[in-house]
């Protein structure tokens, strides 16, 4: 079992209407399942034990304003299904807040648990 | 005591081993023996127009691998090796994290075509008598892939409800940890300090420091929570077997497209080469849910400098012959995989030069597992016989042998 984990801020502005939206895109065919976690709580993905089930969607998190202060934490488990590949990739988007951001992670699964999990600690800030 | 022994019928089953009947190769070199598969397209286009086992062909699905294997391959790049045959898919190999599962799973062409494409190159030296280095290269892709059977989105689903117990676990964990929360207040607190003296945050040691401390506290809290073998073990052993039962069979309409061409470098002078071979395979059809696939193929071969027979049987060399095969295969798979019945029929025409007849050939093939490693299989055909027109019926292969049961007598003793 491996994990890969990114910790980071993301710049909020003080506006009560604009949206903070988040995306994930899950690569290389592989299967995943998403956790989130923002400022006290669990979103709601509508899958079971209340995850994101689909390898790719996009979420609102709320207002700029409402995200002030608060953390986000996702974890993705990624599920090793092609039989030609063991690597896994997940790309976050933020879009909403002072500027847009993107980061991409990388891992190859491992061969015993055939699953690796991601996880992103972003402080909105 | 008289005693009886019936010695049973004996029914002892061969597979195949079509390698042994040479029955099945035209005079051109091609090898077609009495397999079904002669309809299909090639797995490795390059390799099998040069000849090179398929077992040889390297497939990669990262950069770093490819670039280890040539340097291997090349003696650290001091040189190259005997031979070489990698089959090289662009799409996984440098794009494979904007392949999502979605995109994976559907059928249109576009995501088809990028998904499947595959360029396929091989190369082979001969240091014989007559020194030679042959060359193939070659591409594969799908137009139409079918669909992914239901079995694997419902071991998918399974998968799901196994995977988001983990990930909320561990979510809620970090969200909760005392540890984590110390380090967010400490680095904010850290990050607005900096902001009003304007230096950037981004680069401050103290805040790369603590970030190193939270990825680590993530990380450790992740292991500790899957060491707990309680409670994810059995979740742990679940996933695993719904990964290794899934197959992506698909069903349904397919349309593959494929084609290469070789050369070869007499002497090994690589500023003087001749046209060996080329081909295109294009096939299409249908493969059932219930085991029936349906396929034709429509395939068109160049062959520079060939020998052959007229419809005379004079022997003649053409400058180029050009071939164009069209065929049909049907054939049944049992859903246990045991049983398998099939035939394929091929109408073989010489395009170039003109004035071969053309020829037919047929296959019927019944194959039953009895036990495993044993397998009681029939094949019935006619080939295209002698190089291009020969006449006759042959039976490729009846390997049935049936030891007919006697019997012994024993007086007693």
Known sequence: MSTTTHVDFYNVSKSKSKNVSLTINTGFGQNSTSSIYVGSGMLDGGGPNGAFTEEDFTVDLGTNYELNGKKLIITISVQDIQPHTDESSITLRLTGGVSDYKKLMTATIDKQTKVVFYTYYIMFH | MKRTIISSLLLFVLVIGVNAQDTGKDKDGENDDYKLDLLQAPASP?????????????????????????????????????SYAVDIAPAWLFWGKNISYAEFKTDNWWSNIKQSFVLSFAYTNTDSVVKQTDMGIGFKLSLRRGKINSDADTLIMRSDTVMSYMTGKIVLSLANDSVLNSYDSSIRVLKEKLKSEGADPDTDDDIIELKKKMNARIAYITAEINKSPEELKSEFDSLKKFTEKIDFKRTGFKIDLAGGTALKFPGQVFNYSLLSRAGVWLTAGWDFDNGMTAMGILRYTHNPDKIYYDNDSSLYKADNLDIGDAGARLQYEGKDGKFLFGGEIIYRTVLNPKGVAPAWRYIINCDYQVKKNTHLTLTLGRDFDGTFNKDGNLIAALNLIFGLGNTIDFDGE
């Open chain 2, 46 to 82: 390059a390799a099998n127009l040069i000849g090179t086992a398929p077992t040889e062909v390297q497939t990669f699905t990262d950069p770093t691998a490819f670039m280890v294997s040539l340097q291997n391959g090349a003696r650290n790049f001091d040189g190259f090796p005997k």
